[in-house]
């Protein structure tokens, strides 16, 4: 009990002659202490809430709540207007589907090197129509451009 008391003295003593006291914190200190917090406006902002689809996925059957993109809902229609009759598996859907979305790459990334080529940042019709007989060999290609022309013909009349 005597060393506490001694000790005690002792800061007594100490903050008598500075003026200063050891539990409080100096004037320089503080100054230390409030440069070194971040301002508002340096703090990170918040992020807001993303909302949530709700009300469509509960009619719905399957709900997809990412940003899935399939063509697999337009296969069925080709094929009754080709082959009435006729189903696809779930296995063929999906060959299908990768073979679509691999085919519209490669057309869009042929489309966009035609446009850098010619010193253009928008990719043309005619851009598209090339890149399609660039990368379908012969018949394929002519049957392609005559159908993709009928359907361009169709949109634009009844638009």
Known sequence: MSETSSDSYEEDVIT???GISEIEPSE???AKVETSKPDPYDAEPKKAK???AKGRCRRRRHCHHDN?????TYFPRVLRQVHTGLSLSHGSANLLDSFVKDMLEQIAEEAGRLARDNKRRTIRTKDIKTAVRLLLPGELGKCAMSKASKSLIRYYTFR
């Open 68 to 72: 899935f993109s399939s063509f697999a």
């Open 16 to 18: 008598k002659e500075t």
């Open 50 to 52: 993303q909302k949530t």
């Open 28 to 30: 320089t200190e503080m």
